[in-house]
């Protein structure tokens, strides 16, 4: 019988999928456990073999926990709003349910080809409106909340409209908008409808503002910092720049505290707590206002205008030399004189084109750019020179710092390019950030009252002052802002709103979902607005609460629904929630309160560290949220999380000179030559580093790029030149795995991914590498069966049959506990090459052997176990218990030594006594013929290592 691989792995693949292997319960005496692994985006390239890396780890992971008797839950569906989708319609008028519904088809031939064992029974789509009713229902439930400061959590807004109507605002201690004008009670059951949902908007956990955004023009809508690259749109290279619209928000800010101290609750790398500690930046100091004056201002100036600054370092108060303001910040327009406005506006203009993420980045450049305005030091009353930056951002603290030269090195650089006047308060200490890291011990000088102070008293002080003056005081504050939630674009989850006077109303859970209409297009219109702007019916009719024709707007009874739709983190905020319902029980809720209770949360879960401040911190969120509203039990989503590496590939690349694009030089022959280095497919390359230049000039793909290129070859042939980089479609070095599987077979697949290294680090994939690990599984095939018939019976296993099976159950218990999957793969060949030597037939051995192998390539493992005569899956097999004993060595092979010369071994039991070892060996009949008829001098026994005769 031989090793059919594609026939054996459609045969279980079928299998599975008809018997439902792996659908989970809700109900179940088992412990729970739940698998899952990040939303995947079903795109038009289809998977390469970098894709399944995460997923083979936790299929790996799913399935030993099912041999451990656990319950276990592993879905899989498709986060399948986007971008891409789009893009593809803009490009060829095909609507993004379509190309999306044939991408989904794609992945899930490809995923079901490696074996997964996914409880597809539960799979979701967020494009879907049966899935993006709840999206919209958990925004309705936003909207619909406020954060409590003394309660520490998100209340009904109710709650928060009882307190006005009773008591105004004065003592109501929320997370809200900074511009909110005090009231009472009287005042608020006096304001318009409209007055009252304005100010609620200040409120709600969700809200309506004008925030500068970063504008992609070239794809129509604003997207967020981890979508830009370098300054532009990481979908397309597009530029990308800064500016003001009225967005909707999530009001992330005001969980940053419970955010982080959520951390302290799960098991994630440090690594992954330091990125999101530090994009939620805490940082305790002092809120400082400033004045704008007119005594060196412009005539033309308003000077009733103040300036707010945060700073974790009022003690350096004194040493402020200038300040700077964001180009973004809001008093930037009203405080410029007219003779620096010109200068101003093209700074604003020029810097408009960066992306926060690049200014954030770039420590090198100085630019900015004088107002013409002054500020009054809140104490020495001096005028303070007012500067615009792009160093300084709009959405970080206030928009504003107050600039130290002598003790922050940015600072002290601008100082130093612009030529502005650097005062030292620290006593004998020199300028630089050396000086300043050791603010423990340099004491405060040049600083009025605070002249021989060290910073934490200096910091008090200066805020009591600050106090006393009206002008600031102690605060704590976060780098993290409010999470922009709109998106101009189609295909996308729609907003649940519709607009009165103005003012934004949520439509009732039941009518939901609000489904995406028809357009014609999908670019934004011809005046500007989302491509919703486009569709004919987009009207909501309060009286037959349903979506009717624009032409029955009559701002009475039918009024505009929102235009905009929600980013691509929305529905992936809360998927793993949407799994624990089985499918038929989805109609009614989100998920069911068992199915809540019983799985609570993820208890492992794995992904790309790129989703750390997106992904994770959102759901983490809206978790919060839903926690604090009564709707889920848990205050964290993911328990253990696990970030993959990335699989690279090798990218090949023909050198066509720079002065004649059709002229393409062998990689040998690029030597002091102006070359330009391009991507080729690695499909036309062989092992030998070798190009087949007709099929690359013959690759439609292509297009006329290489049709008449001349390639100039070396000994020949042209040898393209080789770099390791992340495979993706546009460096033309993906392996895909359909090839893969076809030429080696699945196991073979998620047993080299496993196998070339630690899943948490960056790895180069080599086809040529597999052949290893297929041929290995054709020797576990041969250990089982022979040319005709099964080898394995009912023989009494060896001690070293036993001995190799424990070591191997040990080992492998480890490392999958571990997450050190490439060491379990190679503790397999070494299980089989001993067994193989051993001729082990025994069946005691075998089966056991296949249980450990199972996770790891499933297929094969079912195959054979059901030879073995099991007709139920080999998933639902206990996994082996691991006997100590079986590692105990009974017996020891001395080596017998003469005058320290090593002539001969002898096998002996381990608790055979001393005198009984000398005198076994000096019987010994290889011991007689060394000495030759001499007495030694003396017989040296180490038990359990060593015996050597002294002649």
Not at 246 to 261: D, G
Not at 330 to 349: G, R
Request: hydrophobic share 35%; aromatic share 12%; net charge negative.
């Amino acid at each position: 019988m031989t090793y059919n691989f594609n026939d054996i792995e459609k045969k279980w693949q079928n299998y599975w999928a008809t018997q439902q292997t792996f659908k989970a319960s809700n109900q179940s005496d088992k412990p729970k456990y739940y698998v899952l692994d990040m939303f995947p985006y079903p795109s038009g390239a289809g998977l390469h073999v970098g894709h399944p890396l995460g997923y083979i780890a936790s299929d790996i992971y799913a399935r030993y926990k099912r041999h451990k008797g656990f319950n276990v839950l592993h879905p899989q569906g498709y986060d399948s709003f986007g971008l891409p989708a789009e893009q593809y319609a803009i490009q060829t008028g095909q609507h993004p349910a379509v190309t999306t519904e044939t991408n989904i088809t794609t992945y899930r031939r490809q995923l079901d080809q490696i074996g997964f064992s996914f409880d597809w029974s539960r799979e979701v789509r967020t494009s879907n409106p049966e899935y993006y009713k709840w999206t919209q229902w958990i925004f309705i439930q936003l909207f619909e909340s406020w954060y409590n400061n003394d309660t520490n959590k998100a209340e009904d807004i109710k709650t928060l409209i009882s307190k006005f109507e009773t008591e105004g605002n004065t003592n109501v201690n929320a997370a809200c908008d900074d511009d909110i004008a005090p009231f009472t009670a009287a005042e608020w059951n006096n304001f318009s409808s409209e007055e009252q949902q304005d100010v609620l908007l200040k409120y709600r956990l969700t809200y309506l503002a004008e925030t500068e955004v970063n504008w992609c023009p070239a794809l129509g809508t604003v997207l967020a910092n981890d979508e830009i690259v370098n300054g532009v749109s990481e979908r397309g290279g597009h530029p990308v720049v800064r500016k003001k619209m009225t967005q909707w928000s999530m009001r992330i800010s005001a969980y940053a505290e419970r955010l982080l101290q959520g951390l302290d609750t799960v098991d994630w790398t440090d690594a992954l707590k330091d990125i999101q500690k530090n994009w939620i930046g805490k940082s305790v100091g002092a809120s400082v206002t400033f004045n704008v004056i007119p005594a060196v201002s412009s005539s033309a100036v308003e000077t009733s205008h103040k300036i707010d600054v945060f700073t974790t370092r009022p003690d350096t108060i004194f040493g402020v030399s200038f300040m700077t303001l964001a180009p973004e910040h809001e008093l930037v327009s009203k405080i410029t004189t007219p003779e620096q406005k010109e200068a101003v506006e093209a700074y604003i203009e020029k810097t408009a084109k960066r992306s926060e993420r690049d200014r954030m980045a770039d420590v090198k450049t100085i630019s900015g750019v004088f107002t013409g305005a002054y500020a009054e030091h809140p104490f020495s009353k001096a005028p303070i020179p007012i500067w615009i930056g792009d160093y300084v951002l709009a959405s970080y603290g206030t928009g504003a710092v107050m600039a130290v030269p002598c003790g922050d090195q940015r600072d002290y650089d601008f100082a130093k390019h612009f030529d502005i006047a650097i005062p030292n308060i620290f006593e004998g200490a020199d300028i630089s950030e050396e000086a300043y890291a050791s603010k423990d011990h340099v004491k405060i000088a040049n600083s009025d009252f605070l002249n021989g102070m060290n910073y934490k008293k200096a910091s008090k002080r200066v805020i009591f002052e600050l106090e006393k003056l009206g002008q600031g005081e102690g605060k704590t504050n976060y780098r993290l802002r409010d999470a922009v939630f709109s998106r101009q674009r189609y295909w996308g989850e729609p907003f649940p709103v519709y607009y009165v006077n103005g003012m934004p109303q949520m439509i009732d859970q039941a009518h939901l979902p609000i489904v995406l209409p028809e357009v014609e297009k999908y670019l934004p219109t011809e005046e500007g607005e989302p491509p919703l702007g486009r569709a004919d019916v987009w009207a909501w009719d309060t009286n037959q609460c349903a979506v009717v024709s624009n032409e029955l707007i009559d701002h009475k009874t039918v009024f505009p629904l929102e235009l905009n739709t929600m980013p691509g983190w929305a529905g992936s905020s809360w998927y793993f929630f949407r799994y624990m319902e089985d499918a038929a029980n989805r109609d009614g809720v989100f998920a069911s309160e068992d199915a809540l209770k019983y799985w609570e949360n993820v208890d492992l879960y794995i992904g790309g560290s790129e989703h750390a401040t997106g992904h994770l911190l959102y759901s983490r969120f809206w978790v919060k949220l839903l926690k604090d509203r009564g709707f889920v039990n848990v205050e964290e989503p993911f328990k253990k999380l696990i970030n993959q590496g990335m699989i690279l590939g090798t990218s090949a690349f023909v050198y066509r000179d720079e002065s004649n694009p059709n002229l393409y030089y062998s990689q040998g022959l690029i030597e002091d030559k102006n070359v330009l280095p391009i991507h080729v497919k690695v499909q036309y390359v062989n092992a030998s580093d070798e190009l087949d230049i007709e099929g690359l000039k013959t690759d439609g793909e292509f297009g006329e790029d290489f049709k008449d290129a001349e390639f100039i070859l070396e000994d020949g042939v042209y040898k393209v030149g080789r770099d390791v980089e992340k495979m993706s479609k546009s460096k033309y070095n993906v392996v895909n795995p359909d090839s893969i599987c076809a030429d080696y077979g699945a196991d073979s697949l998620r047993l080299y991914e496993m196998f070339l290294g630690p899943l948490e680090q960056y790895k180069p994939w080599n086809t040529a590498g597999i052949t290893g690990v297929h041929n290995f599984l054709k020797k576990l095939w041969k250990l089982y069966v022979n040319d005709n018939s099964l080898k394995v019976n009912d023989a009494e296993p060896t001690k070293d049959n036993l001995k190799t099976l424990h070591k191997t159950i040990k080992k492998v218990q480890e490392d999958i506990e571990n997450f050190s999957f490439n060491t379990s793969v190679s503790t397999f060949m070494i299980a089989v090459n001993e067994l193989t030597q051993q001729k082990c037939t025994s069946k005691a051995i075998l089966e056991p052997l296949l249980v450990l192998i199972s996770p790891y390539a499933p297929h094969i493992a079912e195959e054979l176990y059901s030879k073995l005569g099991h007709t139920e899956s080999i998933s639902t097999a206990a996994f082996p218990e691991f006997d100590a004993s079986h590692l105990v060595e009974s017996s020891k092979k001395y080596p017998i030594s003469f005058n320290g010369k090593m002539r001969f071994t002898l096998e002996l039991p381990m608790d055979m006594s001393k005198d009984a070892i000398e005198k076994t060996v000096m019987a010994h009949e290889k011991t007689i013929a060394q000495l030759d008829g001499r007495t030694p001098k003396k017989v040296i026994v180490v038990p359990g290592k060593i015996v050597n005769i002294v002649g």
